[in-house]
T-cell receptor, first 114, second 115 residues
Framework: GNSVTQMEGPVTLSEEAFLTINCTYT??????LFWYVQYPGEGLQLLLK?????DKGSNKGFEATYRKETTSFHLEKGSVQVSDSAVYFC?????????????FGTGTKLQVIP | NAGVTQTPKFQVLKTGQSMTLQCAQD?????MSWYRQDPGMGLRLIHY???????DQGEVPNGYNVSRSTTEDFPLRLLSAAPSQTSVYFC??????????????FGPGTRLTVT
């Protein structure tokens, strides 16, 4: 079946540090890949997505590139802010057959300290 | 647009009680789903629906029922609450289409405690 593996958290960084959160997946074909962010006390919201190999998704200074050869979709940001403190979820949606069933990673909590 | 709304925000139940978690969306999305979020386990799909009158089970359906009589509403019923159902519940909706291109929109969640 499909699966998503994220790096364990929590991740604690100082403001303006570089962020990488690793995400690898297992799926057949070419799934769509997503990063969602969950701020404290809120639901998840889409951060960025990529729907085919070599696509780069970007939003709010965050980026992730769909790497088919390494089955990865790592999230990066060059300079984090305190307001980026949240839980980040990597997710995939299958290309065909049961496309409704999105598979989520377990989430990575990011804490940014001033 | 209000997006996806959920009520209540918090709920405490005693073991054996039943209740309904409400979910509504105003984006005319055909696909709606319920997830539960537990520490260290990410989100797990409980039930989903691809349109009015059509529902199906997800990964963890036991102890929950759903129905979809309108496009807008997708309530989740706990039949006889158990402590193992203590969790945060999220409702989500999305457009349907091939290739899983569309992102999901999530409600703010319902935090349920079963004692």
């Amino acid at each position: 079946g499909n699966s998503v593996t994220q790096m364990e958290g929590p991740v604690t960084l100082s403001e303006e540090a570089f962020l990488t959160i690793n995400c690898t997946y297992t799926a057949t074909g070419y799934p769509s890949l997503f990063w969602y962010v969950q701020y404290p006390g809120e639901g998840l919201q889409l951060l960025l997505k990529a729907t085919k190999a070599d696509d780069k998704g970007s939003n709010k200074g965050f980026e992730a590139t769909y790497r088919k050869e390494t089955t990865s979709f790592h999230l990066e940001k060059g300079s984090v802010q305190v307001s980026d403190s949240a839980v980040y979820f990597c997710a995939l949606s299958p290309q065909t057959g049961g496309y409704q069933k999105v598979t989520f990673g377990t989430g990575t909590k990011l804490q940014v300290i001033p | 647009n209000a997006g996806v709304t959920q009520t209540p925000k918090f709920q405490v139940l005693k073991t054996g009680q039943s209740m309904t978690l409400q979910c509504a969306q105003d984006m005319n999305h055909e696909y709606m789903s319920w997830y539960r979020q537990d520490p260290g386990m990410g989100l797990r799909l409980i039930h989903y629906s691809v349109g009015a009158g059509i529902t199906d089970q997800g990964e963890v359906p036991n102890g929950y029922n759903v129905s979809r009589s309108t496009t807008e509403d997708f309530p989740l019923r706990l039949l006889s609450a158990a402590p193992s159902q203590t969790s945060v519940y999220f409702c989500a909706s999305r457009m349907t289409g091939s290739g899983g291109l569309y992102e999901q929109y999530f409600g703010p969640g319902t935090r349920l405690t079963v004692t």
